[in-house]
């Protein structure tokens, strides 16, 4: 079993197993550790409630790290008249600008326009709920779009306004030949979401410290007013009680609903796949921009400059199961024949790619003929005490990244009033994590960095690195890291043996992927190696106390998961991961790929 660390005061934390809270009653229990769950938590504990959050895997293991990392208002939502939620969603674009500005930077948006008319009818009709064929959207349709969208999106504005500009003929920068005006405007991007995840579980841990989550933990049955919880790692089980329960669990929650006696009918699942390529050329033609464009057959997708690679996605799925949902080969092909489509005068293959990632949209059942036609919106849904259970649930249906925290101020409010409990405080302009107290204007960074220089003894550019991750909670682990001497990984010098001390002892590491493909981002930005993932075998081991036999099958399982899930065949530390997929085949038909429609 994972050792379960004492509490410091650098890093406090909710962090527990099942053995430590067997036998406990607490006002609300959790279930599901993404990001809507995890908003729930923050804000239930803001208020004083004493709660318990389980998940069956890692914390933001699911959807919640699988996004295209877009922070956005959704601007094609408003071809289907989703003005409330376009505007709900530039609203907290803009909060998590200012809450989590160590996380969440703007992020300068271009569309290439090829004509002026295109997309009136098929917009006018899809506004009125039905299904035309795709016709590529032009310049007036975008334009009335990006207005409405400044419009939705000017309370709290961080951001300034979109522009229209005409191409000169024959540029032949970076798009296709045709494109004859750019519209751009700013929306936002989370360069590590996990992290987030952990941070506001953090935050929940130091407002109530009577609340609890553990990871790798399994509802198993519920009766009464009672909860049976199985330990993953250690296969135990244990009982807690509760008054309440909420089920956010995602596109796993029909599922969830099951074992908790509750209503298994309300959500489907389609899978969002996406791609990280190695391609420095279209890297430096983006310029910091992200590409937000129409393939030939209607679908929209987007490719933006991230950790040093390239991010593209993403597909529209429908899926039975989220445990299974993979990026298939047809997938990998699509997009990078959107890539050569749309940036025709570069070059694109299978060898570009670097790393592959999926996630399950929970999105409410519906009968759309199209994924595209889904409402992306959010509700909550009560389901009331029956004879199998004594208290009632509280699910969330739905849900996007850039709106969790305004549908776990819902469910919470749901929560509050069942348990008859009083809303004391609003998370709306609250910070998260390093977000706190870090300084906006470039005189005041460069004297904190100066700071974290100071108490770490660290360089500038290890400094610069430490409050990008951590943001202000950089100068107090800058201080720990010192003292427990700051040596640099030999495979990835821009971490340190310390900080990987850190990240397993206090942020609930309980196997070796959750700390390479969730506490860092050094999986998605490609630069895994066979001698880093032995390295940060060895240090995950020491720090939690495993023996060779589990260190041995840590890495067999992480190695597999990487391959299989991620599409990384481990390469010698001084090579660069590829993925092994058969070479790109731009004969390929597009038809052979489910109808999907990028986020």
């Not at 009709?125 to 039905?130: A, C, S």
């Not at 190695?278 to 992200?290: A, I």
């Not at 427990?484 to 942020?507: I, M, R």
Request: proline share 7%.
């Amino acid at each position: 079993m994972t050792p379960t660390p004492a509490p410091n005061p650098v890093s406090p934390h909710p962090f527990v197993r099942p053995a430590q809270v067997a036998g406990r009653h607490f006002s609300t229990i959790i279930v599901g550790g993404g990001i809507n769950g995890v908003g729930v938590f923050r804000d239930l504990c803001l208020q004083g409630v004493d709660c318990l959050l389980v998940d069956k895997a890692d914390f933001a293991a699911g959807a919640s790290s699988a996004p295209s990392r877009m922070i956005h208002g959704g601007l094609r939502y408003l071809e289907h008249g989703s003005f409330a939620l376009v505007a709900e969603a530039t609203r907290e674009r803009n909060r998590l600008l200012r809450n989590a500005p160590h996380l969440v930077r703007p992020l300068k948006t271009v569309v290439p326009l090829s004509n002026a008319f295109g997309g009136l009818l098929s917009g006018a009709l899809r506004f009125l709920g039905l299904s035309p064929a795709p016709q590529a959207r032009g310049l007036l349709v975008v334009a009335l779009g990006l207005r409405l969208y400044d419009l939705l999106g000017r309370r709290q504005r961080v951001m300034p306004n979109h522009r229209i500009a005409r191409v000169p003929p024959r540029d032949g920068s970076l798009f296709r030949d045709g494109v004859r005006w750019t519209a751009t405007f700013f929306d936002a991007w989370i360069s590590h979401p996990e992290w987030l995840v952990l941070e506001l579980l953090a935050d929940a841990g130091r407002d109530q410290p009577d609340s609890a989550a553990v990871n790798h933990c399994k509802v198993v049955g519920c009766e009464d007013n009672r909860l049976m919880l199985r330990d993953e790692l250690s296969g135990e089980t244990v009982q807690v009680t509760a008054d309440c329960i909420v089920n956010a669990t995602g596109a796993w929650l029909d599922r969830s609903a099951s074992a908790l006696q509750g209503d298994a009918s309300r959500v489907m699942g389609t899978k969002g796949s996406h791609l990280v390529l190695d391609h420095p050329v279209l890297h430096r033609l983006l310029d910091g921009r992200m590409a937000y464009f129409e393939a030939a057959d209607g679908r929209v997708c987007i490719v933006y400059p991230f950790l040093g690679r390239v991010l593209v996605g993403s597909t529209d799925i429908p899926v039975d199961d989220p445990d299974q949902a993979s990026t298939d080969p047809a997938e990998v092909h699509y997009l990078m024949g959107v890539l050569r489509e749309v940036f025709p005068r570069l070059s694109f293959d299978a060898r570009h790619v670097l790393y592959t990632y999926v996630g399950v949209r929970p999105l409410a059942r519906s009968d759309a003929d199209k994924p595209g036609g889904i409402s992306r919106d959010h509700s909550v849904v009560i389901d009331a005490p029956n004879a199998q259970r004594s208290i009632p649930m509280v699910g969330l249906v739905g849900g996007k990244w850039t709106t969790f925290r305004s549908l776990a101020e819902l469910a919470t409010d749901e929560v509050l009033r069942l348990i008859a409990r009083p809303r004391r405080h609003s998370t709306a302009q609250r910070p998260i994590g390093g977000g706190a107290d870090l300084p906006d204007e470039a005189s005041g960074m460069n004297a904190f960095l100066a700071r974290v220089e100071t108490a770490g003894r660290v360089s500038r550019p290890r400094a610069l690195a430490l409050v990008d991750r951590y943001g202000s909670r950089a100068l107090a682990l800058a201080e720990r890291f010192a003292a427990e001497g700051d040596a640099p990984l030999q495979h990835a010098p821009d971490h340190s043996v310390a900080e990987v001390h850190f990240l397993c002892q206090d942020t609930a590491v309980a196997h070796l992927d959750d700390l390479v493909i969730r506490r860092t981002v050094l999986a998605i930005s490609g630069k895994l190696t066979e001698g880093l993932l032995v390295e940060l075998a060895d240090l995950a081991a020491a720090a939690l106390g495993w023996n060779p036999e589990r260190r041995l099958a840590e890495l067999d399982t992480c190695t597999r998961l990487l391959r299989e899930h991620h599409g990384v065949s481990l390469a010698p530390a001084d090579s660069t991961s590829r993925r092994a997929l058969p070479a790109f085949d731009a004969s390929l038909p597009t038809d052979s790929l489910p109808d999907a429609i990028a986020t």
